[in-house]
């Protein structure tokens, strides 16, 4: 079967229903139909919400949605749907929360590094708070003395004042620290991260589940998480006996050939608590249907079911929990190689909208609602029957604009080889993923590359490592689909706003930067350093080896290949094409294999010769401005 998706529970009936357009909701009886690919192709660039994440308010009467590319956040009437108010928030939202008592909602507003602080009566922005890089969620202690916000590019928790917004202190995290979620008494948070830990080269990924006390304000333990790269939301049961973490599982240590063998990701769930001791790993894939991307999570008040938002398959897994907990304790440990597991708890996928991501209950149990960031709807599903009861539209019937339609492209798991892997599973939020990977092309064992960011990478071709792709169209559609999908072919169409999406992602915000844009006098002496056309003894360096060479441009790439004596004994030629320098402070590791850890290893380590610029004869302060001045491009 080719990667097309699959129907699973609940048959797709017509669209049927009363449209309240002025309302901006729409809410249909049956399923969404998906979008067609050559519908609405205008030319025009359309505005959707794309729903993140959901809340309800406390006596259940609002449905709070998250929608990050409106920057909003619209409150519907929890029994009708209709919009109440939409309320504007920062750029890139990314998570909220509630303060315990309801009269707050806090927001996460990763690309202003802000915190909006939303009035719930008179919903309005009452306050807007500086945060650390890339605030992604955030969640108040049930005493209301302090406010922690989770850090995805800082890679910390910020523990803020909840009733000023002064900050108090940082809480080290790791690598991506991105959902924080408190257990059910509120006396822990657990803290997950979207970005592997920093490990030796060539060795297994890891990451954690930082454990915070939420009274001292204190890290009090860190759950490990060996095999894991990427790690989403936690759920935990009523009782809180059982915590549940959405885990994605890379296979990257092997060559990416063997997709018939679910050689590429496993997809799984993190199991720890009183109800299983140890952490346990346990796979959501099966042979032929596989989970792609788990990242929301809920749990049934009587803890019958767990239901797990998977989107790149955009469906929602359904999981038995007295299954789950007894396959637990029969097998300790991971489980994620095993394809035939899943089939002991799992019992049941229902078919959702594009990129089904936050997921809730309501207050009596009988209904979950999934937000379908790509198709700006909501699934109303019946959690007795796993059917899509109904679809709440968060706007008007639209065109599908170019852009949307590649984005979808580049989310869903469709095209590959038994629908198992999706363009996002390696570029995580259209970013990078922190991992090397042993690709076919070049032999196996051959090559080993470190993956590329992709943001700002708009006339940066051509592209691998080696230079081998002239241009997106190859490397987004023959080169993909070959050594990637195994699968089918994009139509043209297709390809084409697949590559229109990915031109058109502009870089994050970057941290190392004046506001002005200026630059700091150790940023200016670095900068000095990276033009300069003459060593510290007078000589001359040739132009070839001035860093400012290669590195030209505002993206810091001259688009052409050298050797710069990076070779290692795996490489097949020392040619390597010159990578741009966009946001390179947070694209660890470095070098076209990951090889050096830290922007200093690149010269400290692999530059012996200096054939990677002339820096030997710098001092340590004098690279440490040199590094300054790169982390501001």
Known sequence: MKGRARKTLGAVSALVGVCAVALGVCVWSGRTARASVAT???GERLEYASPLEMLFSPDGTRLYVLCQESAQVRVLDAKSYALVKSVGVGAVARGFSLSPKGDRLFVANSWDDTISVIDTKTLEVAATWPVGAEPSSVVEDRGGKHLF???RISNDVAVLDAQT??????????RGASYITASPDGSKLYVTHVYPNATPHRTPPASEITVIDATRAVVVDRIALPYIAHGFHVAFSADGRLGVAANMHPKNLVPLAHLEHGGAFADTLTLFGADVGKPVEVPLDELDRYAVRPFGIAITQDKSRIFITCGGSEMVTVVDVSRLIRFARMHPGSSAQDLSASAKY???HIAVGHDPRGVVLTRDGTKLLVANRLEDTISVIDTKTYRVDSTIALSGPKQL???RHGEQTFYTARYSFQAQIGCANCHIDSTFDGLQWDLEPDGFGRDIVDNRPIEAVKDTEPFKWNGGNPNL???CGPRTEKYFWRAENYDDLTLTDLVVYVRSLPPRPNRWRLPGRELTAGQERGRALFVRETDKFGKAIPEA?????????????DQKSFDVGTKKVTDNSGMLDTPQLT???????YLHDGSAATLEEIWTVFNPQDKHGRTNDLTKDELNDLIEYLRTR
């Not at 917004?165 to 790791?174: D, Q, T, Y």
């Not at 946001?583 to 590791?589: G, L, Q, S, W, Y």
């Open 401 to 403: 604009s170019v852009l």
């Open 346 to 348: 799992v019992i049941g």
């Open 149 to 151: 916000v989770a850090n």
């Open 165 to 174: 917004g002064v900050e108090e202190k940082r809480l080290a995290a790791e």
């Open 545 to 557: 080896n001035r860093c400012v060479f290669c590195h030209s441009g505002s993206k810091g790439t």
């Open 473 to 475: 169209p190859t490397e």
């Open 583 to 589: 946001n390179i402070a947070i694209t660890a590791p």
């Open 40 to 42: 609405g192709r205008t």
